[in-house]
């Protein structure tokens, strides 16, 4: 029978010590974000405002997170030069940092030789998987959960060789 899958607020309420999120497509449809990423292709602004009614409910999250001693880790690894919706969710990291995320970014080449679970996915306290389904268009689909051991292991294996060869946000730069 499958697992329900937790919404975000359970997974990073429920975590204990870490919650990692890696990404590694170039883009991403997904309906929250079109209002705001067609914004910032007619005019080049992004909301950078924490508090805004977009962002809140993430940095709100994120903040009551990190104030428990959980360390909120995000990796991007991205083909370049970058997608414009690379330039888009690069524009907006800002917000991720400013809630107490690190980020940072790895250029796919770089990725090569590091064996990558097929999905993005977050990993709750080295043990808990949350994987990230999208179709082809980059919209979300339904999402999956798993505890199975040798899938955490190859995601904590993957994610700490792409976090120690990534360049932290403020130091990447978009070519």
Same mark, same amino acid.
């Given at each position: ?5 937790? @919404? !975000? ?7 204990? /010590? ?33 508090? @805004? ?67 993005? !996915? ?11 389904? !999208? ?11 798993? /505890? ?10 993957? !994610? ?16």
């Amino acid at each position: 029978m499958p697992q329900s899958v937790p @919404s !975000f607020a359970e997974l990073l309420d429920g975590a204990k /010590e870490s919650a990692l999120h890696l990404e590694m497509r170039d883009s991403y449809g997904v309906a929250s974000e079109a209002e705001a990423l067609a914004r910032w292709r007619e005019t080049g602004d992004v909301d950078t405002d924490p508090e @805004s009614p977009y962002w809140s409910p993430w940095t709100d999250l994120v903040r009551r997170t990190v104030a428990r001693g959980v360390v909120v880790r995000r990796a991007r690894i991205v083909s370049e030069p970058v997608s414009d919706y690379i330039r888009y969710e690069h524009a907006g990291t800002i917000v991720n940092l400013a809630a107490g995320e690190e980020v940072r970014w790895l250029a796919r080449r770089q990725a090569s030789d590091i064996p990558l679970p097929g999905n993005d !996915f977050w990993l709750i306290d080295s043990r808990l998987i949350r994987w990230n389904h !999208f179709t082809g268009a980059g919209a979300s689909a339904p999402g999956e959960v798993t /505890e199975d051991p040798d899938a955490a292991r190859l995601c904590t294996t993957a !994610f700490e060789a792409v976090w120690s060869r990534a360049i932290p946000h403020n130091e990447y730069k978009i070519n």
